[in-house]
Nanobody, 130 residues
Framework: QVTLVESGGGTVQAGDSQRLSCEAS????????????VAWFRQTPGKEREYVAV????????YYSDSVKGRFTLSRDDAVNTVSLRMNNLKPEDTAIYYC???????????????????WGQGTQVTVSS
């Protein structure tokens, strides 16, 4: 199981940008993060965790939820085992706890389900004020 630690987050104004980072450690010897699907999810009180962005492997497609498409960008630097989420033009409805996740995932369909991921960060709060 991979250990994930997020950084970034905080309170910003609507229209601002913010960058979240997630550093992975504890990857099995002989493996690198590029073997893992990586993802960002978010959750608000009383709601289920929802996917924001997922990438199955370096150079592969990155999928974004409709609510963030065109504003958020997931990037990964497997050389330093880091995944980032660049968020532009933030809106109050983006307010949530954001989690990074990683897993060895075989099918595209599994990418979007929180239950597919065994490794999670501790979460970081993003608050967007209007």
């Amino acid at each position: 199981q991979v250990t994930l630690v997020e950084s970034g987050g905080g309170t910003v104004q609507a229209g601002d940008s913010q960058r979240l980072s997630c550093e992975a450690s504890g990857i099995a010897p002989g493996s690198t993060l590029n073997s893992y699907a990586v993802a960002w999810f978010r959750q608000t009180p009383g709601k289920e965790r929802e996917y924001v962005a997922v990438n199955r492997w370096p150079g592969g497609s990155t999928y974004y939820s409709d609510s963030v498409k065109g504003r958020f960008t997931l990037s990964r630097d497997d050389a330093v085992n880091t995944v980032s989420l660049r968020m532009n033009n933030l809106k109050p409805e983006d307010t949530a706890i954001y989690y990074c996740a990683a897993e060895l995932i075989g099918t595209v369909k599994q990418l979007f389900r929180p239950s597919s991921y065994g490794s999670w960060g501790q979460g970081t709060q993003v608050t967007v004020s209007s």
